[in-house]
């Protein structure tokens, strides 16, 4: 334990720093986990939500420097690419079951193996 008070004082200062931002983080993580779960249910519109909420959660963090803005910024980003990739995914899924069934088959082509070809002899 430190013998004088004001290192008493900054370790209880510590300490309530160190709880709050326990909390701001378990908001942070709790939304991101929220959008995740709900774009691999398939619940969309909970998840454009969920992804509003996070993205609040992510910029408060930063602004109180809790998480760096470079983090907050990447975290943000990552979550955006995974949901915009489920939703179109979605989408790619309906188009292309509808395209299988009138696509025709393809082969494809037989390619003739090239020729070896002499070099010539020049005479000295």
Excluded: W
Aim: proline share 2%.
């Amino acid at each position: 334990m430190p013998i004088k008070k004001n290192a008493i004082k900054y370790m209880r200062v510590t300490a309530h720093k160190t709880e709050k931002n326990k909390i701001v983080k378990g908001v942070v993580k709790s939304a991101i986990k929220k959008t995740r779960e709900a774009v691999v249910a398939g619940k969309f519109d909970d998840a454009q939500k969920f992804y509003k909420e996070a993205q609040k959660a992510l910029d408060k963090a930063a602004e109180k420097n809790i998480i760096k803005k470079n983090t907050a910024a990447n975290k943000k980003s990552r979550l955006n690419a995974f949901v915009k990739k489920a939703f179109l995914s979605k989408d790619e899924v309906k188009k292309t079951t509808t395209k299988k069934a009138a696509a025709k088959k393809v082969t494809a082509k037989k390619v003739a193996p090239k020729k070896k070809v002499a070099a010539k002899k020049v005479a000295a």
